[in-house]
């Protein structure tokens, strides 16, 4: 005869009169579910918003329908003719240039634009005006640029040596995402002042910006482009669309907000231990009422579908708060990232976003609670009242499925969501491998515990013995506060050890100055005057051209760039135009590694050397051949020699060096590195530079390195903000642990207390005990978080191990009071308990 099974309304109806109207018991399930739910809410919510943004605005962002970019050329007439057949063109320049006021002088981004310019939205400037193109002769300027060369709107000044009024401050410039990085503060021209200013003479370095306004709405930009391909061909020039208008930035926020989301999930998961902990706290405080009930009838699906009720109710009211505290937190991180990236400042509510977050919260939920609902529901009435003295243990078998289920529905999800796949599932299983190492210290730990000779002082024995004792949550703890402590000191490891390679390596390796654009014709005159500027300062000067790599391999089995369905991993410098050079000797910050460099006198055939990653990515050789295309010309030259490039030095490295007779005869400029050897910058330097070589533009490093501390510093901080999620997940299952043996924990204090313990003697009996635990979290952290942070600064990132110690260690203590604090703080309680009163209640 099959068992009668309760209805689920009346199961509901048990389930709602036993349910406080406050969770009183579950709250911990409600909070860890909060913070989870509610930091996957807004990271997916805000990455949404700002992706939406990139898309509805993308004509915007671009400038157009489509965009054409080329180095060191402006269109051809066939080129002018078949894109103003697709409708409104407006043809700009980008380069670098430098901007002087008397002996003030700053490095900009000069972007020159014609009268058709912007071919979408407006530009906005300080004074309230929205405009174009700047009148000739007038020119719009950033504010930092104002700023250094104390200007106002009317003040005249020189830019790139033609002088120009101030006709505005700009505001906001709807086109700086797709620009890219800029190596100065934004300056607007009309097009005619880079010719004017001879900054694109045969040689300079400067890039064509040709965008497109379709006079019919309905052309397809996709379409349009790979059209203008097939007719010009890829090597023609960069062909990009408002569908992709900034890609590097959609891609930056499409694989932050993923690694955000994984790391929010990994947090979300370590509370679930917490989560698992207050379930089984809860439950235990209803074993009396669950046994009475199945006294009186009720089967173990009655009880199941009873305290599924329940702990499910709670999981959805702190899942809706996690929502509802993401979407409210979003506009602040809007406001926060507003310039710099296209995010609306409003509420944002993201339908997908939310069901994804709300999804991770409830089947983390289910996993975690699944274990303590299964001992509920599977043990007789008689074994649950004998519990107390007798723990259960559940078979595995019978929370087996609602666990594989709910961990297989959590990969799916995340792989679904995936912007890269493959490196999603190495971060679950990475994730994973360290949650099981964690855990096999923890049982390791509670096993060493239980071996070690006991102290002779009673209050040192209990404490030690706690660790160890029936029911300790020794393994939960050290798996979550051990992942949280870690993520701590993996921060500041990576932190202090960035630090000092700036603060150590860079600027002892780096140049002071950047000069592009020097004419051939007067290198000399640039030395003699840095030399006389600048006395006893380092000059290298090189070569600068730009090219395109359009077909390499063996002389008779070449293969055309342009034939590739998709590149080689690692071959970026098959990717549009890259920096080309040559040289008589090896450059410095090279080292041939493979084949022989060619005599200073060489001029047989066409060589060149390449640098070693870039050749095995692509499976060249020594005696193979490549071809570039450079300035529309094809030349091809034999590989001679392949380089390892130190990249740190921050100077001039180029992926192909060719010999002097390859490329000598091609139009080109110079460009230099001055190291001034620590004697420091003179203020007269850079306008002396500006006036005697007015085409010419200057970097100086010391702005980079501190723009490049700054991109440090935010994701350093993002990086930390997403570890303390972990470390307060991890204090939830400390809360959750001592919630789940408050019972035995209570007996234990009561019992000591009528043998004459005193509360000062329990608290220090706390203290043993929290603290035996976190000087072994603190070794365990110290050693994983460090070990993480070494492979990330000398694998990933390829920089000198220089950690700052007591740094580290200071983090680390700081994680370890946290804990205890919160250890000792949870336990007041129980030693507040009056002996006469609990004993009645056991």
């Known amino acids: 005869m099959s068992e009668q099974t309760l209805p689920w309304a009346t199961a509901w109806k048990i ?245 955000l989301i994984l790391v929010g999930l990994a947090a979300l998961v370590i509370a679930g231990i917490g989560i698992g902990g207050g379930v089984s706290s809860y439950l235990e405080a209803r074993r009396s009422s669950i046994a009475t009930l199945k006294v009186l009838g009720a089967t173990s699906r009655d009880i199941a579908r009873i305290y599924l009720l329940q702990v499910g109710s709670a999981a959805l009211a702190g899942s809706l708060a996690g929502l509802v505290a993401g979407v409210a937190v979003t506009p602040l991180l809007a406001r926060a990232l507003g310039e710099l990236l296209p995010v609306d400042t409003g509420t944002t509510i993201a339908p997908a976003a939310l069901a994804t977050a709300a999804a991770y919260g409830l089947l983390v939920a289910l996993i975690f609670a699944a274990p303590p609902l299964a001992r509920a529901r599977s043990f007789p009435a008689m074994a649950l009242m004998r519990a107390g003295v007798s723990p259960l243990h559940a078979n595995l078998r019978t929370f087996a499925l609602p666990v594989g289920l709910g961990l297989a529905a959590i990969v799916a999800l995340a792989l679904v969501n995936a912007a890269q796949p493959m490196v999603t599932l190495g971060f679950l299983a990475g994730s994973a491998l360290l949650l099981g190492l964690l855990a096999a210290l923890g049982l390791g730990i509670r096993t060493l515990a239980a071996r070690l000779p006991r102290p002779g002082d009673p209050i040192l024995r209990a404490g030690l013995a706690n660790l160890s004792r029936p029911g300790a949550q020794t393994g939960a703890l050290v798996t979550a506060l051990g992942f949280g402590l870690s993520a701590f000191v993996l921060i500041a490891a990576i932190q202090t050890s960035l630090d000092g390679n700036m603060r150590t390596a860079l600027p002892d390796r780096a140049p002071d100055y950047f000069v592009l654009d020097i004419p051939k014709a007067e290198a000399e005159d640039f030395r003699a005057t840095v030399e006389r500027t600048l006395p006893g300062s380092s000059v290298r000067i090189v070569p600068n051209l730009r090219g395109r790599v359009i077909a390499y391999g063996p002389r008779d089995a070449m293969t055309r760039v342009a034939d590739l369905d998709e590149r080689p991993e690692g071959a970026w410098a098959l990717r549009g135009e890259r920096g080309l050079t040559y040289a008589e000797t090896v450059p410095e910050g090279s080292t041939v590694t493979s084949g022989q460099w060619w005599a200073p006198d060489y001029s047989g055939e066409p060589l060149v050397s390449i640098d070693e990653e870039f050749a095995e990515a692509v499976g060249l050789k020594v005696g193979d051949y490549l071809t570039v295309s450079l300035l529309g010309v094809e030349r091809t030259a034999r590989i001679a020699a392949l380089r390892r490039i130190d990249w740190d030095t ?83 299952v400390l809360l959750g642990a001592i919630a789940a043996a408050r019972a035995s924990r209570t007996y234990d204090n009561v019992i000591l207390r009528v043998l004459g313990a005193s509360r000062r003697q329990l608290l220090v009996l706390q203290i043993v005990e929290y603290g035996a635990l976190a000087l072994v979290l603190g070794l365990v952290a110290l050693a994983l978080g460090s070990a993480m942070a070494w492979a990330v600064i000398t694998q990933l990132f390829e920089f000198e191990w220089l950690p700052d110690w007591p740094r580290i260690l200071a983090v680390l203590a700081a994680g370890l009071v946290l804990v205890l604090v919160f250890a000792l703080g949870g336990s007041l309680p129980q030693l507040r308990a009056r002996p006469a009163r609990a004993l009645r209640e056991l």
């Not at 670098?96 to 900009?108: E, F, H, S, Y």
């Not at 702005?703 to 470390?727: E, K, N, P, Y």
Request: proline fraction near 4%.
């Open 650 to 732: 921050m100077g001039f490295n180029f992926v192909m060096v060719f010999s002097p007779n390859t490329l000598a005869d091609a139009p080109h400029n110079l460009a230099a590195t001055i190291e001034t050897g620590g004697k420091g910058r003179p203020r007269d330097f850079l306008p002396v530079l500006a006036r005697e070589f007015p085409s010419s533009s200057v970097i100086e490093t010391g702005s980079l390195l501190t723009q490049a501390r700054g991109i440090l510093d935010q994701m350093t901080l993002a990086i930390l903000a997403a570890a303390s999620v972990a470390v307060l997940a991890g204090l939830a």
């Open 15 to 259: 389930a709602r009169r036993d349910l406080h109207a406050r969770f009183k018991g579950l709250r911990l399930l409600l909070v860890c579910l909060f913070l989870g739910v509610g930091a996957l809410a807004a990271i997916g919510t805000l990455t949404g918003s700002i992706e939406r943004e990139l898309t509805s605005r993308g004509r915007e962002v671009l400038g157009g329908d489509i965009e054409l970019r080329m180095w060191q050329r402006g269109l051809t007439e066939a080129e002018r003719t078949a894109l103003h057949e697709l409708g409104t063109v407006s043809e700009g320049t980008r380069m670098q240039a430098i901007a002087r006021k008397g002996d003030l002088t700053a490095p900009v981004a000069l972007k020159a634009v014609d009268a058709n310019w912007p071919l979408y939205g407006t530009l906005a400037l300080a004074d309230g005006r929205d405009v174009g193109a700047p009148p000739r002769g007038s020119a719009w300027i950033a504010r930092g640029t104002a700023a250094r060369l104390s200007l106002d709107v009317g003040d005249s000044f020189s830019l790139g040596g033609e002088t120009v009024r101030v006709g505005g401050i700009i505001a906001s410039d709807p086109e700086q995402l797709s620009e890219g990085f800029a190596l100065g503060d934004l300056a607007i021209s009309a097009a005619d002042l880079p010719a004017r200013a001879n900054l694109t003479a045969p040689g300079a370095m400067y890039r064509s910006a040709v965008r497109v306004r379709f006079d019919a709405p309905s052309r397809n930009a996709e379409t349009t482009a790979e059209a203008l391909t097939d007719t010009f061909g890829e090597d023609a020039f960069e062909v990009r669309t408002h569908e992709a208008a900034s890609p590097s930035t959609a891609r930056f926020v499409e694989r932050m907000g993923q690694f």
